[in-house]
């Protein structure tokens, strides 16, 4: 059973490109390293428990520590 799981994520991986595919996929390099640090940084913010789990009742002092956050993780 775990064979067939481990061939089975192994087929995932190894796909051939679909030559019936009217658009093609568009391989930019810069939007995608755009891309993951944006996502980094997003993932650096959550790693905050009052950003995480909202705990500011005011949606002003939620921006505000959202941008403290931002601050921090960004010098660090």
Do not use: Y
């Not at 891309?35 to 950003?51: A, D, T």
């Not at 931002?70 to 010098?75: K, R």
């Amino acid at each position: 059973m775990v064979e067939t799981k481990r061939q089975a994520d192994m087929e995932d991986v190894s796909q051939k490109p679909n030559p019936t595919r009217k658009v093609k996929k568009r391989n930019d390099k810069e939007v995608d390293r755009d891309r993951n640090q944006i996502e980094r940084f997003f993932g650096r913010l959550k790693s905050c428990r009052r950003i995480a789990n909202c705990s500011e009742k005011k949606a002003t002092n939620f921006v505000s520590f959202t941008w403290l956050a931002a601050l921090v993780t960004d010098i660090i």
